[in-house]
């Protein structure tokens, strides 16, 4: 399983330092500085490819369907994995685990802080950093270690939905604070 945790990094360190006005327009700009390659930006989910040495190099993008009210489309979220997805290997579960360890130390170490919050469902693991310009969000599942860059006005939304929520009706999440 091949793990890319250096360019990774990279990227990280470079969103956190870019001048995010979180619309679609932000695109070219931050491919070009982390080295991406950025399709078509009038489709729905813009396609953006990776330099990660990874076994799928495309980045996800969550963007708003069109722009309203005159501004540009939202850019609400860029997800990407840094390492191989693996699907139906029981083995790779341990070492993800301990990759996720890892990573999250070396954010730590980057951003200057612990993240304030950490959750757990089953196996899976999420821990998340609020910065000035982003959420930033790092996760490991059964299949792969992933990054999350957030628009503070979409985590903004996500927090409310889940303080909507009952906590009854999802007692497999835990933050654990």
Known sequence: MRVDLDRAMQVIEIATEFD?????DDLPAFAERVGWQLGDLGVLSPPLTTNLDVNRAN????AAPKAAYGRPREL???SFPASDIVLDDPAVKPVLSDLFDDFAQRVFELVGHEPPQWWLRDSDRTARWDLPALTLKIAVSDTSLRVRLISPAQQARNDEWDRRIDPDLTPDLDPIQ
């Open 76 to 78: 609400t979220m860029i």
């Open 20 to 24: 995010w006005a979180w619309t679609v």
């Open 59 to 62: 980045a996800r993008v969550s």
